[in-house]
């Protein structure tokens, strides 16, 4: 069943067909979409994709859990992905393939509804400086994995992240800090907390978490560093005594936190471990490191 023909926007009724970029979909009433968010970096090699393999996988196990059906298979996805990046000349920046119900249809069953997919792309600064940002853990509790599939991507789940950013915003903080249901650490609105004590990395555990693939490359990494990785359950007093706290995300990369409400504040740094991980994941992303060099896909 289809919406009538005559619909109210912005100010005026207009026949639904002006409108036809705002069809009456399940994507946006239900949040039923799903997403991802990639880099390109110019590189040694020219330019090339970090991790395709890994996004690629994520977008298609975050479209199962919705039972969405992908019109291309995983490779020709990740064709597709290259090809926007050519197409629009880019030599660095980030790409966001999306795919969402989009049936003009009433109603929760979005079982065998329609699906588009689309990829876009936008230019990124290449920042040289670090970012820093300050945190607050924020009333609202992280999803529970009891309630939702926390490895999957779907933009639904983002509220959540829009409830805690608001307060964090609106109390003068950067960023929300979520901890989860049992009040242990877990993840940033949009990205994946580390904390530095010594030579030793501290990272929440799976369960309460998207698993971020820059997460996955840090702890990866970290052993090259002579750093050892820890994924454990720690609460907000764990945080005290760090020496630095950091986020990780596509976008972001490693963001210096300088600030958790009421419970860290960054000290002086002589030595920092953080700019040293930053360095080298940079140094990775942009093709200088021969041993992850597998780690990047060339869009030509
Ligand atoms: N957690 C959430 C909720 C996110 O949206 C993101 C961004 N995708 C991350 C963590 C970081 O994931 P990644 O390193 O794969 O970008």
């Known amino acids: 069943m289809k919406p009538l023909n005559k619909i109210w926007l912005d100010g005026k009724i207009v026949s639904r067909d002006k409108a036809h970029f705002l069809n009456f979909h399940q994507g946006l009433n239900y949040g039923g979409c799903v997403y991802e968010g990639i880099r390109l970096y110019q590189t040694a090699i020219g330019p090339a994709i970090f991790r395709l393999p890994e996004h690629v996988d994520r977008f298609f196990y975050s479209a199962s859990t919705l039972r969405m059906k992908i019109s291309l298979d995983k490779d020709e996805f990740a064709q597709a992905i290259k090809e926007v990046a050519r197409k629009n000349k880019m030599k660095s920046g980030y790409l966001r393939p999306i795919a969402f119900y989009s049936e003009p249809k009433m109603g ?164 920092s471990v953080l700019t040293e991980v930053l360095n080298y994941y940079r140094k990775i992303t942009r093709g200088e490191v021969r041993k992850y060099k597998h780690w990047l896909t060339p869009i030509f």
């Open 108 to 271: 929760i069953n979005i079982l065998n509804a329609e699906v588009t997919l689309a990829i876009f792309a936008w230019p990124w600064k290449e920042k040289k400086e670090e970012k820093k940002v300050t945190m607050k853990i924020v009333k609202y509790r992280r999803l529970d994995p009891d309630t939702v599939d926390l490895r999957a991507k779907i933009a639904g789940y983002y509220v959540n992240g829009i409830l805690g950013f608001i307060e964090a915003r609106e109390d003068g903080f950067d960023e929300p800090l979520f901890l989860d249901k049992k009040g242990y650490v877990a993840e940033g609105a949009v990205n994946n907390i580390f904390v530095i004590k010594g030579n030793s990395l501290y990272t929440p555990l799976e369960k309460n978490i998207l698993t971020g693939v820059t997460r996955k490359t840090v702890m990866a990494i970290g052993p090259d560093l002579k750093l050892k990785v820890y994924e454990k359950n720690f609460r907000p007093e764990f945080l005290r005594n760090a020496d630095e706290i950091f986020l990780t995300g596509t976008g972001i990369e490693l963001e210096r936190v300088m600030e958790i409400s009421e419970c860290y504040s960054q000290k002086q740094t002589t030595k």
